[in-house]
T-cell receptor, first 114, second 108 residues
C-alpha cells in the first residue's frame, strides 16, 4: 500500500517477555519516527531515524527499548523484559525529509502487557 | 523539556457551530502542524504552517502560526459529525513534539 504500515496491529504479551514491533514507511521517505501514545495523551517522541542511523534517540525511556533500521527502510522497535507500564499504542511515522517534514502516521501497534 | 499546552481539553458543541482551539509553548518552533486522530487510527495531518504570522486554510479548517512562534490556533467552521475526534498540535524544532489534544464532541 501507499501508506505507513505497522505490524502487528495488536500484541498481548506477559510481563517479562520480549516484543518486536515493525514499521514499513512510505516508499522514498528517508525519515522514520517512533512515538508512544498512552490513553488520553498525545504521541510521545521515542526515536527518529534519518536513513539507517538513529539521529535522535533521546525519547527512549530506558535501555529496555531499542530500535533499528538496518537498510534505511523498514524499522523494528524492540522492547525487552516488558513491564505493565509499557502498555500503550506505538505509532510509527515517516516523512520525506525530517524533522521539518510533515509526518505521515501508520495506524499503530497496540501493546498490552499483562 | 519542551511542552505544548492545548486548550480546551474537551469541547461539546452543536452541529453547525464554529470551533476554535489553540496551542501554546514556552519554546519557539519553526513549524507548527495540526493533526486529527480518530479512534483506533494514527493521526492524520490537517494543516502545516511554516512561517510566523502565516494563515492557512484547508476547506473548513483555518490555522495560524503565531507571530511570537510560540503559539498556533485552529478554527473549524460549520462543524459536521465527522469532525468528531482528537485534534493535536505539534511543534517542530529539532524534533516534533505533540500536545495532549483537544477532544471534540458534537451533541446530537
Amino acid at each position: 500500500g501507499a501508506g505507513v504500515s505497522q505490524t502487528p496491529s495488536n500484541k498481548v504479551t506477559e510481563k517479562g517477555k520480549y516484543v518486536e514491533l515493525r514499521c514499513d514507511p512510505i516508499s522514498g521517505h528517508t525519515a522514520l519516527y517512533w512515538y508512544r501514545q498512552s490513553l488520553g495523551q498525545g504521541p510521545e517522541f521515542l526515536i527518529y531515524f534519518q536513513g539507517t542511523g538513529a539521529a535522535d534517540d533521546s525519547g527512549l525511556p530506558n535501555d529496555r527499548f531499542f530500535a533499528v533500521r538496518p537498510e534505511g527502510s523498514v524499522s523494528t522497535l524492540k522492547i525487552q523484559r516488558t513491564e505493565r507500564g509499557d502498555s500503550a499504542m506505538y505509532l510509527c511515522a515517516s516523512s520525506l525529509a525530517g524533522p521539518t517534514g510533515e509526518l505521515f502516521f501508520g495506524e499503530g501497534s497496540r501493546l498490552t502487557v499483562l | 523539556g519542551q511542552q505544548l499546552n492545548q486548550s480546551p481539553q474537551s469541547m461539546f458543541i452543536q452541529e453547525g457551530e464554529d470551533v476554535s482551539m489553540n496551542c501554546t509553548s514556552s519554546s519557539i518552533f519553526n513549524t507548527w502542524l495540526w493533526y486529527k486522530q480518530d479512534p483506533g487510527e494514527g493521526p492524520v495531518l490537517l494543516i502545516a504552517l511554516y512561517k510566523a504570522g502565516e494563515l492557512t486554510s484547508n476547506g473548513r479548517l483555518t490555522a495560524q502560526f503565531g507571530i511570537t512562534r510560540k503559539d498556533s490556533f485552529l478554527n473549524i467552521s460549520a462543524s459536521i459529525p465527522s469532525d468528531v475526534g482528537i485534534y493535536f498540535c505539534a511543534g517542530v524544532d529539532d524534533k516534533i513534539i505533540f500536545g495532549k489534544g483537544t477532544r471534540l464532541h458534537i451533541l446530537p
